[in-house]
């Protein structure tokens, strides 16, 4: 662990607030997605059990993305597509067509690994829409790689 991990990690056992534990736990689960994805997973896990017992649908939608981030590379593209599912509705809901937007990218490129290659496009697609409605130029042009990837493995 890195010497930001270290600090989370003190952070979160001194914290008594639960919105503070909350926030700590996504922190720690996002830090640690490179570097130690196992552990990204069991932070992003109690993270969803804070945000549901808090009942905070925009974190427990942030902790969702990020555990199927870290479950992607632990357990496979199959077992992230639920969460990535998950976050993505409860975004729509929300009305963070941003957020929205990246949960439908990631999705579908969870997808495009489990070879479901037609349900991935159609998830890249409506990125690809949001994006544009959001004149978000950077997403836009990540939906066209994405695309360009999930025509190459047809």
């Given amino acids: 662990m ?19 534990r909350q926030r700590l736990l996504l922190a720690l689960a996002t830090e640690l997605q490179e570097l130690e994805p196992e552990r990204g997973y069991v932070f992003s896990q109690q993270a969803i059990s804070l945000a549901t017992e808090l009942q905070d649908m925009r974190a427990l939608a942030e902790a969702e993305m990020c555990c199927a981030q870290n479950i992607e590379v632990v357990k496979g593209s199959l077992r992230a597509i639920p969460f990535f599912e998950s976050a993505a509705r409860r975004f729509e809901v929300l009305g963070e067509a941003s957020r929205q937007a990246y949960a439908l990218y990631y999705l579908g490129g969870v997808c495009a690994m489990a070879n479901m290659l037609e349900i991935a496009q159609q998830h890249i697609s409506r990125a690809g829409a949001l994006f544009v409605q959001l ?13 360009a990837l999930t025509m190459s493995r047809a």
């Fill in 2 to 20: 890195n010497s930001l991990s270290h600090k989370l990690v003190e952070q979160l056992h001194a914290a008594t607030v639960a919105a503070d």
């Fill in 135 to 147: 004149g978000d130029q950077y997403g836009q042009a990540k939906t066209l790689h994405g695309t």
